[in-house]
């Protein structure tokens, strides 16, 4: 994406936010109404919630279910017609700006927060100002971030006009599925496009220990990815934008899922070869659709970063251990008030 196309989205983004009535919020009442929406909304609710995850993560199945069903329902000609379209929404450019798209991933970020429900904490609402870019560190990856949307544009309920999240590049090889996380604010996580949204006044979500979190999850207690994943922490100091420790309680319960032993080889080198991890997973009914369990979204204190060019390992290996003590130091002062008190957290 070109410095034009970002500033031209940047500026809808804007505009949008102007328009929203829930910038005025405070934080409390943000994790009130994030909390009751289901009660108060009905059965109306959960058929939109329902419409929202499914659109959201559901794709993801459609994708493997849309060449079986045409190859077993039509005719071979028709067939191969539907799954060329198929492949040629890999291949459309994307339109970061689309008003339609935008209006689906509005309503995808509303429904699906209420449908679990996901309550936002913010241990310091005020600490956040909307002229500065943050680097926002969210843990854990689980089978996917799903509570990281109500930190997007389209939910507003953050204080900060423009958020993008970073996300694997494997999701944006994949039809339907790159359309509606663009329109949700997803970006792949390059290098490139990190460095270029914070210079351009972004701040960047990004799940620093990533889908190979998965590779050790376990039933009982939480993983971070962490001690080796520091080119978030460098990038943040070479362009002075403070690090957000975030944890999402309650994430990891809400698919049951099957995958090979944590320290299967063979495992883990195929999950770094295709960059994504692959792992059996299921919610109702043994759909895509995620059980609706509560999520609580914990956002901590910003960590200053002094900005730094071209820093060194060991200042790197510093605020990187910041950022780790404030994210351990964030899940042990909230997880019991939460409901998970005797929650535990593996830093690997």
């Not at 959201?56 to 799954?83: D, E, R, W």
């Not at 362009?239 to 899922?257: A, I």
């Amino acid at each position: 994406m070109s410095m034009e196309e970002i500033d031209r989205e940047g500026e809808m983004l804007l505009r949008m936010r102007r328009s929203s009535s829930i910038k005025d919020k405070t934080e409390t009442e943000i994790a009130v109404m994030m909390g009751r929406a289901t009660d108060e909304e009905g059965w109306a609710l959960l058929f939109h919630g329902l419409v929202a995850v499914w659109l959201l993560l559901g794709t993801i199945h459609l994708n493997l279910a849309v060449p079986f069903l045409s190859f077993a329902l039509f005719s071979f000609p028709v067939a191969v017609l539907i799954f060329a379209f198929q492949l040629s929404l890999i291949v459309i450019p994307l339109d970061y700006t689309s008003k339609c798209g935008h209006a689906v991933a509005r309503y995808i970020s509303k429904y699906t927060c209420a449908y679990f429900p996901i309550t936002l904490h913010v241990e310091d609402m005020k600490a956040f100002d909307p002229s500065k870019a943050y680097v926002f560190g969210a843990e854990p990856h689980s089978v996917f971030p799903i509570g990281i949307i109500a930190l997007t544009n389209f939910a507003g309920f953050m204080p900060l006009p423009r958020i993008k999240i970073l996300a694997s590049t494997a999701v944006f090889n994949t039809p339907l599925l790159r359309q509606i996380w663009t329109w949700l604010g997803l970006v792949p996580a390059t290098k490139k496009n990190f460095s270029s949204y914070l210079e351009a006044g972004y701040s960047c979500v990004i799940v620093p220990g990533g889908a190979r979190e998965i590779v050790h999850m376990e039933e009982g207690s939480e993983v971070a990815f962490l001690k080796i994943r520091k080119g978030f922490v460098r990038m943040a100091m070479e362009t002075g934008c403070p690090l957000v420790p975030v944890f999402c309680f309650g994430q990891s319960n809400v698919y049951r899922w099957l995958k090979p032993r944590r320290n299967g080889k063979v495992y883990s080198e195929i999950s770094k070869a295709l960059k994504c991890t692959p792992i059996l997973f299921w919610g109702l009914y043994g759909t895509p659709i995620p059980y609706r369990r509560p999520m609580h979204l914990v956002v901590g204190r910003p960590i200053e970063v002094k900005r730094t060019p071209q820093p060194t390992s060991e200042e790197i290996t510093e605020v990187h251990g910041k950022f780790v003590a404030a994210l351990q130091e964030l899940f042990e002062n909230h997880k019991a008030r939460v409901g998970y008190a005797d929650l535990q957290l593996r830093i690997l």
